[in-house]
């Protein structure tokens, strides 16, 4: 019988496969994403970049491997990122940074031809976005002038965030609009954009579980508290988008998610949450589509969470980088 986190990645990499045709941008089928027609495809770049473990790709990748090799070399692929002019830099430093091995990179030297140099400094920009966009920078062998990860973790969201306190939420209820009843938002120990801030700085710093961090203790203890008390808000409230994450960030900080109560719990409530077809149908139970909703219009509700678990149940069973 397979395990909750093996039918959770074969269930999720299952269903990404079979709605391949939703992640290409050319194809008839695909819906537009949140942020444009390429961010679905270069979600699925990373999720290929990063799935794989000591002992390769899984075998249920290989169609979106292909994929993704076939739009690195279509010239029009990168055309895609000035239709969000707000992330066409970042869109353009992802694709260069993921690039598949053995492609012509002339196109991924010409996205970052137009990056400005302004882009990929330090000027204006908070710790947290520094620490991505070197990320990325490094990854893509591009040139910048963010500073190094020992001078950004102080000020990045796994350091300076804490939990709200009692008071701290009572005050967040009292700002809520209606009567006064306390939302999952508002009772949660970070915010949302916190919650994904403090998610996603772990994964630059320990390369989505595939490198050791070097945090010491004094930086790790912390944060995986904080990272245990948003996860019990989410298993409690069904948000399973946050909760995938917070189980790879875990991991990434060297706990043991299965050897948790917050961690485990968040494996079950993500295969409860799972359908037969292997899909996570939304960021939460609260933003689920009606029961009709099917095609594009589901594939907009479902992929992202359905992406994330199929990243976090392969890499969390993995050896740990040394």
Not at 129 to 158: C, F, M, N, Q, W
Request: aromatic share 8%; charged share 20%; net charge neutral.
């Amino acid at each position: 019988m397979p395990s909750p986190l093996e039918q959770l990645s074969a269930g999720a990499l299952g269903w990404l496969g079979r709605n391949l045709d939703h992640f290409d941008p050319f194809s008839a089928s695909a819906p537009s994403a949140t942020h444009g027609k390429a961010k679905a495809a270069l979600e699925l770049a990373l999720l290929c970049h990063r799935a794989g473990g000591p002992n390769g790709t899984p075998e249920a990748l290989g169609g979106a491997t292909a994929l993704v090799r076939k739009l690195w070399q279509d010239p029009d692929f990168p055309r895609l990122f000035d239709e969000v002019p707000g992330y066409a830099a970042t869109y353009g430093l992802i694709y260069a940074a993921l690039a598949p091995d053995g492609i012509d990179g002339t196109q991924c030297r010409a996205a970052l031809a137009r990056l400005d140099p302004d882009f990929l400094s330090s000027r204006g920009k908070s710790a947290y976005r520094r620490v991505e966009i070197r990320y990325y920078a490094d990854k893509a062998g591009v040139r910048h002038t963010v500073e190094p990860y020992a001078a950004l973790l102080p000020h990045s969201p796994l350091v300076a965030f804490r939990a709200a306190g009692p008071e701290g939420e009572a005050r967040a209820a009292d700002a809520a609009p209606g009567s006064g009843t306390r939302t999952p938002e508002s009772t949660a120990p970070l915010t949302t954009p916190q919650a994904y801030a403090l998610t996603h700085t772990a994964f630059y710093l320990g390369d989505f579980g595939r490198a050791a961090t070097g945090l010491a203790e004094d930086v790790r203890s912390p944060a995986s508290e904080l990272v245990d008390l948003m996860l019990l808000h989410c298993v409690a409230h069904d948000r399973w988008d946050l909760a995938a994450e917070l189980v790879l960030t875990q991991y990434i900080l060297g706990v043991d998610p299965l050897r948790t109560s917050s961690g485990s719990a968040a494996v079950e409530c993500l295969v409860r949450a799972q359908r037969p077809d292997g899909a996570i149908p939304a960021r939460s139970a609260a933003l689920m589509a009606p029961a009709s909703t099917t095609g594009g219009a589901f594939f907009r509700k479902a992929y992202h969470t359905t992406l994330v678990t199929a990243l976090m149940a392969s890499v969390v069973p993995s050896p740990r980088p040394s």
